[in-house]
């Protein structure tokens, strides 16, 4: 569905030039929830607007659909684009125009006729639960029920990708829930294609099927969610891993507790990660029958991305030396991703 090859945009004016991003390229199939995630500046809103190309590339093709968008004129261009809808973090709503009114704004130059015009912003406004706000205005609604204004704003024109730039930054933790809810459902019911960037990886956590971690402009790590949420190789992905599963926090407390202040020399501070069917094995109960490791399990996790359950234990793993590292290449075989943590610092391994 979307295609982009080599894509570099670079800001230039007098006194600097910024390399927005820097040569990416990445796939998005059809029907895929797709997270872009990175820091402030690390160049996703830029690289989501070349693909409905409201940001031209310096360099690279972008292909959407089939079609090469640089290759459009003006007029091919604008069709391409009633078919990528976009949501903001601030909603981009008309103030002076109610919520029918904003909704049926981009069917203005649609071949409907005024009633199927208002028939299809009914349909709208039941999709995304605001059928009783029709005549209200957009000051008269909260947070969560604008970006729902926008979401059926931006699904008017039945586009088959809808491109979410930060659109949960500005919501509380209970309504973003809501608003990812709602996509997850029309991402199954219309099967929308959807791009969602952000900095909230717990976002992407529970919407997203593949995700993209940005830095400095380009992508450092990518795949599918599971993969990453259960073996992240980069830093800056275990970095909002942490922060989403809230393990950064959990780890702050568990180096308070005296158990790990006083770490006994046979003892080693670990983390253990595991997806889907290591979480069938009963991995503590093993390294105990088999080398005599006990487990003082400080903090546990289990959740579920897609539908598959995914463990985060930190755990205080005693025994003899000699038989912890056997004891790890065995977990490590069975799927179980093992950290080694320094208790005072960062992890080590
Ligand atoms: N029109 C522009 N002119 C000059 N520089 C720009 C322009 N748009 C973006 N930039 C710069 O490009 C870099 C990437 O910005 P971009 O907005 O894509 O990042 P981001 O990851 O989306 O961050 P944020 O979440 O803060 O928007 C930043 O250094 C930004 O200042």
Redesign the pocket.
Known sequence: MIDLKDIT?T?K?KAST????QDVSLQVEAGDTYGIV????????????VINYL?KPTSGTAIVNGQALGKLDKDQLWVARRKIGMIFQHFNLMNSRTIAGNIEYPLRYSKLTKAGRAKKVQELLALVGLSDKADAYPAQLSGGQKQRVGIARALANDPEILLC??AT?ALDPKTTGEIIDLLKRLNQQLHITIVF?T?EMSAVKSLCNHVAV?ED?KIVERGALLDIFSNPQQALTRDFINTATQLDTALAEVRKQPAVINLPANARLVHLSYTGASTDQPLIAGLYQQYGITANILYGNIEFLQDVPVGNLIVILTGDTTKLPTAFSQLRDQGVTVTLLDPKGDAVD
Do not use: C, P, W
């Open positions: 945009v800001f004016n910024v390399h927005a991003v990175g820091y402030s500046g690390a160049g996703k809103s830029t690289l989501v607007r940001q730039d930060e930054s960037i900095h940005m402009g």
